[in-house]
């Protein structure tokens, strides 16, 4: 049966057709995200709104996939948007295979059911009762990720081997490769949530026996409120305003990547052969607007005081980089009798040089000078004025993470 907050969840979404790839969309915050409907590569508006169409019919509970699946594949063969190369066919870049159709109509649908659980969960009641809950596997996926490993990096905690947290712990939306506190936490995955009571959540030590949690909102009911033109125009100067110098709206209302050629003012379309290159040579943004994001990353974990952003700048040449809060540390001397600091991230170069280190570090990574480190293949050296930056190589979303940062004697 359906539930509200599951066709709440797909009433706010608008139609966002873009050429952009899953990398470059990964980008957008979430919060956006949640209030488009996409899929990546997908400029077609006709297939776009059948797509919609046919994911709000699977969670009224109208229809079977199986059912959308062959109107959609009949829409795509109409349109001649299918694979054309022999090697594309029936491989997730054909819009006219099975695996990229199950994988938009199970992805969109898992996210609308997630949302609606997450919801109920978190009336006041039900969260006092059932306040945490464990991630677990309920599919046996083909490639299993290392859900443990991604677990420890969200920074979570392991109790006998299970992966135990609140409902409203943070880390669930750090675990989400789409940004969200509920599941699916990505594509595919096989994983899920169930419920955690209260007393099991207090003898794990998670919350005191007076500990009183307060329910959360993803803010769609302010959206319903408004009309489909207001909320479409809202979601469009947002989006512009996240992938600034990245993406624009043609005429047409198709989101497309630009480039801008470095140190200069011109723009210019990418042509489709260079899209993928874009979201990881790190040389598409100019550096005033890779400034302005590295500024704009480093607000919002000084006000979040936690998470990461996952694509904070881009290095010239090399790719993206993240900046995570991290832990400011605690200092000692190490074996060989030189002071010492086990923290990371902002907080951490924040405590251990100052705010206005932290502040120069977005200008080091744009206008710095890019040198291969003396010990380590895996890390590049970034140096302008009077710092370093080290960054290292990653397999998140993001390609590099800063890994040291001091001043540059």
Do not use: C
Not at 18 to 36: F, G, Q, V
Not at 47 to 52: E, G, K, S
Not at 115 to 122: A, F, L, T, V
Not at 268 to 290: K, Q
Request: proline share 4%; aromatic share 6%; no cysteine.
């Amino acid at each position: 049966m359906p539930f509200h907050e599951a066709l709440d969840a797909r009433a706010v979404k608008q139609l966002l057709p873009t050429e952009l790839r899953t990398k470059m969309l990964d980008t957008i915050p979430a919060e956006l995200r949640e209030r488009a409907m996409f899929s990546a590569g997908v400029t077609n508006t006709e297939l776009l709104q059948r797509i919609d169409d046919s994911i709000n019919d699977l969670v009224s509970g109208q229809v079977d996939r199986a059912t959308k699946r062959a109107g959609l594949k009949q829409l795509v063969a109409r349109l001649d948007l299918g694979a054309k190369a022999d090697d594309e066919r029936g491989t997730l870049t054909d819009l006219g295979s099975d695996r990229r159709l199950n994988l938009i109509l199970d992805t969109n649908l898992q996210q609308a059911q997630g949302y609606g659980h997450w919801m109920q969960g978190q009336d006041a009641a039900v969260l006092d009762q059932w306040p945490a809950q464990e991630l677990v596997r309920v599919i046996d996926s083909r490639e299993k990720r290392d859900w443990a490993a991604r677990w420890a990096a969200a920074g979570g905690q392991f109790f006998d081997g299970r992966m135990v947290a609140l409902k409203n712990d943070p880390l669930w939306s750090r675990l989400s490769r789409f940004g969200t506190p509920y599941p699916p936490f990505d594509f595919n995955s096989g994983m899920d949530v169930q419920d955690i009571d209260r007393g099991e959540a207090e003898d794990l030590g998670l919350i005191d026996r007076d500990t009183e949690l307060f329910p959360q909102d993803r803010d769609f009911n302010t959206d319903l409120a408004a009309t489909p033109e207001v909320r479409d125009a809202s979601l469009r100067d947002a989006l512009a305003e996240s992938l600034a110098g990245r993406a624009r709206f043609d005429a047409g209302g198709v989101l497309r990547l630009v480039g801008r050629v470095l140190g200069a003012a011109n723009v210019r379309d990418y042509a489709r052969d260079e899209l993928g290159r874009f979201a990881t040579d790190g040389g598409g943004l100019s550096v005033a607007d890779n400034l302005a994001r590295g500024q704009k990353a480093i607000a919002k974990l000084r006000r979040d005081q936690g998470g990461t952003v996952e694509v904070a700048m881009q290095v010239p040449g090399l790719g993206d980089v993240e900046f995570p809060w991290g832990r400011a540390g605690h200092t000692r001397p190490n074996a060989a009798g030189k002071t010492h600091t086990d923290g990371y991230g902002l907080s951490h170069i924040e405590a251990k040089h100052g705010r206005a280190a932290a502040d120069a570090l977005p200008e080091t990574i744009a206008k710095g000078k890019i040198t291969a480190h003396p010990h380590d293949p895996q890390k590049r050296e970034i140096t302008h004025g009077k710092y370093k930056a080290v960054v290292g190589k990653t397999k998140k979303p993001a390609a590099w993470v800063i890994t040291n940062y001091e001043e540059h004697r």
